[in-house]
């Protein structure tokens, strides 16, 4: 994979060749690898290295975005180029954004040696062997997958900033089924620590809750209550932080909390923030504009505080950015990091007060 010298070379020689124009340059490289197994076989391993270098290009009146997945010398080139001939068909725009200026520099390196060394494509083979031996009834198998991804990003711009950030981090996904995938069971784990990847505790929740599937029944029409885990409150919580947890879905009238801040939209018990230092998430200090990523209070005991904003929707909105650019390919402005604060009993013991109620594992392909 490439190095962060590597990376900073191709950001210094696309930012000397923009002749005047400004300029913000992200390069971002990944390098995952992969083993897969089915039918509690492995039956698949690939590696695969990226890069994609995006270049945000203005003359003071337009701007544009180009992007590039090659990095040899003619290919930056011919970026830039485009970049460039874009821009004179763009049409002008009323807010030309500054760039960001400070702080100079940002670098972190989050990445985790234990972890990386751990699974590499022999020793996720050997974990995914232990993961298996929990199925105990020959009747069911196991399906699902094992990887690892280490991620670099840099940031630099017209400006004089420049950001550097490494980390990695690794995810098991793990169904067990019998009679050819009926009364499933499934979960996920991802973590940036090894101590926190017990495949093995992860493929038994599966188990047991395939066991737990068996002779399922039709559902009488009528009123439930939901117990929701982890893994289904988090698929919600990534569709608000995309549909209304951000400035540009505020200022379309497309959020919940359009004209809400101040007021409660939820129950007391409910608080919810994003927060790229909470070590249950994945820390990145900075955004793809090369703004630092704040800490932001999204709902506090009920009460609309705050959504997140990049350059653009912050402008609109007269506040400054929080830091949370994302790519042109992306879902969009998103708070990639949201905690939901804990509630006052935990999961077993709500169950155990529900009379009559539905338990939700998770959504079924939401992505």
Not at 13 to 19: A, G
Not at 80 to 103: C, F, G, T, W, Y
Not at 166 to 177: C, E, I, K, Q
Not at 274 to 295: C, H, M, Y
Request: charge should be negative.
């Amino acid at each position: 994979m490439i190095n962060k010298q590597g990376l900073y070379h191709i950001l210094d020689f696309v930012l000397q060749r923009m002749d005047g124009y400004e300029a913000n340059v992200t390069v971002e490289a990944t390098s995952e690898g992969l083993t897969r197994f089915g039918n509690s076989e492995i039956n698949k391993n690939v590696h695969e290295d990226l890069v994609k270098v995006t270049l945000l290009c203005s003359d003071g009146k337009r701007r544009t975005r180009v992007t590039a997945s090659t990095i040899d010398k003619q290919a930056l080139s011919q970026l830039i180029h485009e970049a460039k001939a874009r821009l004179k068909q763009m049409p002008e725009q009323v807010d030309n954004l500054e760039l960001v200026s400070a702080p100079q520099e940002i670098s972190a390196d989050y990445f985790n040696e234990e972890l990386a060394a751990a699974l590499q494509v022999e020793q996720r083979a050997h974990l995914i062997k232990q993961a298996l031996e929990v199925i105990t009834d020959r009747n069911y198998k196991g399906f699902g997958s094992l990887s690892h991804i280490e991620f670099q990003t840099v940031v630099g711009n017209t400006r004089g900033i420049r950001r550097y950030h490494r980390g990695n981090s690794a995810t098991f996904t793990a169904l067990a089924s019998c009679d050819g995938g009926r009364s499933p069971g499934s979960t996920r784990i991802t973590s940036t620590k090894l101590g926190d990847l017990d495949v093995q505790a992860a493929m038994r929740r599966a188990f047991n809750k395939a066991l737990l599937n068996r002779d399922q029944a039709d559902l009488d029409v009528g009123s439930y209550t939901i117990i929701m885990e982890p893994l289904a409150v988090s698929d919600i919580l990534a569709f608000l932080g995309a549909i209304a947890f951000n400035g540009p879905a505020v200022q379309a009238g497309s959020s919940m909390l359009t004209g809400k801040f101040g007021q409660k939209v939820f129950s007391e018990k409910i608080s919810i923030r994003d927060d790229w230092t909470d070590s249950n998430t994945l820390p990145i200090p900075f955004d793809l504009e090369g703004a630092p990523k704040r800490v932001v209070p999204i709902i506090t005991k009920g009460v609309a505080e705050g959504v997140v904003y990049d350059l653009e929707s912050a402008a609109k909105a007269g506040v400054e950015t929080t830091g949370h650019a994302t790519g042109p390919l992306s879902w969009g402005l998103v708070p990639h990091n949201l905690i939901m604060a804990n509630g006052e009993k935990p999961l077993e013991q709500m169950i155990a007060e529900t009379d009559r109620g539905l338990l939700v594992s998770r959504f079924h392909y939401v992505y």
